[in-house]
Every structure is written in structure tokens, then in C-alpha cells.
């Protein structure tokens, strides 16, 4: 196997500059590759692109305007593979308390900015390319308050499925992280984050929790596989085995 197995490939990653989207990024331009991560935020993507070596590239979008991720892929021109991690963190919270407007919101950037980069983004996919979207283990095994990411999670991993069938010869994958450390769970208090993460790790059959770079490697595992279509890969530390 080549040590540079994306060598020459352009992947745009939408949420590139924070969490899994950024460990990718660095994963990406490890084996090769070279990126343009994107974000809502100009300071994020300046911030980022100081820490990639030269050729990285940055843009700004945000995925709720359609009409701006259209015109993000007509910038950016012909790519290799896509990568999709964006999503602003839901708080769980039962049904009955919770505000629609919420819910809406939440789908608004991790489906339907998802949606939107796929079908603006697969017409400037070169042969071979792919697609990687991002679910989460709650659309497996969702606790109470769960209801709303793990609608839009299950959501994810349902259009992975069939965009694979849809816009074949094109691969679609989507990565299905467990608990991981991550910017996601900065809502919670310090504390409350350190017990949640070690008594998740203790449970689990690896011991702990995940780290961005864990999960990261299978992005680009899936960019590289050239077999691998429709697929829902779980990256968990055993927790759907509980």
C-alpha cells in the first residue's frame, strides 16, 4: 500500500477546521492529500490554515444557503473527494420540552447543509472520487433526548445509502463515530465532561473514549478504498456491542 495513498487528490471538508473535520484535514494532508477546509467562520479558517502546510486552501460558507454552497463547488472547481463532518451540537432534551425551532435548526446543518454540498459538489467530482458523510452512534442506540439527533443522524445514514445507488460510479460512505472527544460536548460543564468521558471509556471493551485522530483514519480510509460504496462504518470503541 502507498504511504501517500491520496497523493494529488483535492478533498474539500465542510466543518474542516474543528474536531473530526479538522483531525481529518491533518489525517488527509498525511497521506498525500491536498485540502480545502471550509467553515462558517473566516477567524476559524485563517486560524487553521496557519497550522496546514502551504497549499492548504480555506473558504467560508454557510451550508443553510443554498445558493452560497452552490457557488462555493463553482469556486473551488473540479475535486477528488468531499467530506461532510459539519454540525452545530443539540443538547439532548426529552420530546415534550423541546422547541421545534431547535430541532429545525439542527437538521438545517446536519442534513440539509449535508444534501446540499452533495449536490453541488458531485458535479465536479472527478472518476474515482467519493463522498464521506458523518452520522453518530445515537442512530443506533439512542438514549432519552435523543429524539432529535438521532432522527437526523439515522437521516444520514439513509441518504448514504441510497446517494450511493444515485450517483454511482461516485462512492458515498458515511462514518458512524461512537463518544469522541470533540468541540461538540463544549455545552457541558468541564466536570461534567471529564466523568462523562471516563465512565463511557470504562465501559466500553478499548477502555475509553475516542480521540479525533481514531476516527479521522476512516475518512480517509473510505477516500482511498475504491471498493467501498454505501457503506455505514462504525467507529466506536465497541459501545453498539453493549
Known amino acids: 500500500m502507498s504511504e501517500a495513498p491520496l497523493q494529488g487528490k483535492r478533498v474539500v471538508l465542510i466543518g474542516g477546521t474543528a474536531g473530526l473535520g479538522l483531525a481529518t484535514a491533518h489525517a488527509t494532508v498525511a497521506a498525500g492529500g491536498e485540502v480545502v477546509v471550509v467553515s462558517s467562520r473566516q477567524a476559524k479558517v485563517t486560524e487553521v490554515l496557519a497550522e496546514l502546510p502551504a497549499g492548504a486552501q480555506g473558504e467560508t460558507v454557510d451550508v443553510r ?8 463547488f463553482d469556486r ?16 439532548p432534551a426529552p420530546v415534550l420540552a423541546t422547541e421545534i425551532s431547535a430541532v429545525r435548526q439542527f437538521f438545517e446543518t446536519r442534513f440539509w447543509g449535508a444534501y446540499a454540498s452533495v449536490k453541488y459538489a458531485a458535479p465536479h467530482i472527478r472518476p474515482g472520487g467519493s463522498i464521506v458523510l458523518s452520522s453518530g452512534g445515537s442512530s443506533q442506540r439512542p438514549g432519552p433526548g435523543w429524539a432529535a439527533a438521532s432522527s437526523a443522524l439515522g437521516a444520514m445514514e439513509a441518504l448514504g445509502r441510497a446517494l450511493a445507488v444515485e450517483l454511482a460510479p461516485i462512492r458515498v460512505n458515511v462514518v458512524r463515530p461512537g463518544m469522541v472527544r470533540t468541540e461538540m460536548w463544549r455545552e457541558y460543564p468541564k466536570e461534567v465532561r471529564a466523568e462523562m468521558f471516563h465512565s463511557t471509556g470504562e465501559a466500553l471493551p478499548v477502555g475509553r473514549v475516542g480521540e479525533t485522530a481514531d476516527v479521522a483514519r476512516s475518512y480517509v ?3 482511498e478504498q475504491e471498493y467501498a460504496t454505501g ?3 462504525t467507529v466506536d470503541g465497541g459501545r453498539l456491542l453493549l
Open 76 to 91: 473551488i472547481g473540479p475535486i477528488d473527494h468531499l467530506v461532510y463532518t459539519a454540525g452545530e451540537p443539540m443538547t
Open 221 to 223: 480510509h473510505l477516500m
Open 65 to 72: 444557503d443554498e445558493g452560497g454552497v452552490k457557488a462555493l
Open 231 to 233: 457503506s455505514i462504518v
